[in-house]
């Protein structure tokens, strides 16, 4: 959620914050470990409570209800190798925005499987909002991939809910001039009072994710204790690959062959 992208992503209802390819002419501030503080990469509490108390200068507001998402792409092992997956976090996220372009120009196939925007009919692992300015990992989508569970009151449904009530929250707090700044969004997202904003949309997610927690998931929507780059590998692989333990392999951007 820089000057690029940013993706907070809710892990047994921990939160973490990553960035990535925005747009394709951006500049794009490197990503941080103080950006991870509140990621899949992070042990949340059991309660879906946060750690920051004070929205700063841009607090949450209640967002239009009922909160609207669109359903998962199913997962469609043999989109990319896992060398194209390296591929996309080294030129897509730890580059500038011409390299993400000739990156996606040189896989299209497995690009058009990794991203989706917020208006796409149907979302896969990383969906985009406000014309690129921030991304997401799409986290509930993954779980109603793994639990095959699509139904708008399972697990996944309710987690993507929740994170999309976040979003509604926060996006006033996105920059609008030059210099950008995206402190105030990352302020707001991790803000305690979205707890109180996005109450509803919680109770559900904990409700209808707890006999899922309750088995202590280890699938490959789960990323604590991995860095943000490593959990976007292993989710991106899952989704796109298959194998989700390939998904720390190394490898380089190699073309879809044509």
């Known amino acids: 959620m820089r000057t690029a992208v940013g993706a907070l992503v809710l892990g047994a209802f921990g939160w ?29 509490a059991a309660d879906g409570s946060f750690g920051v108390d004070d929205a700063g200068t841009c607090p949450p507001r209640t967002p239009a209800q009922p909160v609207t998402t669109k359903p998962p792409r199913p997962f469609e092992a043999g989109a990319c190798t896992t060398a194209q997956v390296a591929g996309y976090v080294s030129e897509c996220v730890n580059a500038d925005g011409n390299k993400c372009t000739a990156y996606k120009q040189a896989n299209p196939t497995c690009a058009a499987c990794v991203e989706s925007t917020s208006a796409d009919a149907t979302w896969g692992p990383i ?24 139904a ?12 999309e009530c976040r979003h509604a929250a926060c996006v006033a ?12 969004f990352f302020a707001c997202q991790g803000a305690k009072a979205v707890e109180q904003v996005c109450a509803t949309e919680l109770a559900a997610a904990q409700t209808s994710c707890a006999d899922y927690f309750a088995t202590k998931p280890t699938d490959a929507c789960q990323g604590a204790g991995l860095p943000p780059e490593e959990y976007l590998r292993r989710l991106v692989t899952a989704w796109c690959a298959g194998a989700p333990n390939d998904a720390g392999a190394d490898g380089g951007d190699a073309g879809d062959g044509g």
């Not at 501030?29 to 949340?44: I, L």
């Not at 969906?127 to 509930?140: A, P």
């Not at 707090?173 to 700044?181: G, I, Y």
């Open 16 to 44: 973490t914050l990553t960035t990535a390819c925005a747009s394709d002419e951006d500049a794009r501030a490197p990503f941080t470990e103080a950006d991870a503080s509140a990621d899949a990469a992070r042990d949340g």
């Open 127 to 150: 969906v985009f909002y406000e014309n690129r300015r921030f991304y997401d990992y799409n986290y509930g989508g993954c779980i109603a991939n793994v639990t095959d569970d699509a």
């Open 152 to 163: 708008e009151n399972g697990c996944g449904a309710a987690q993507t809910r929740y994170l």
């Open 173 to 184: 707090c996105l920059p609008s001039t030059l210099p950008l700044d995206y402190e105030p």
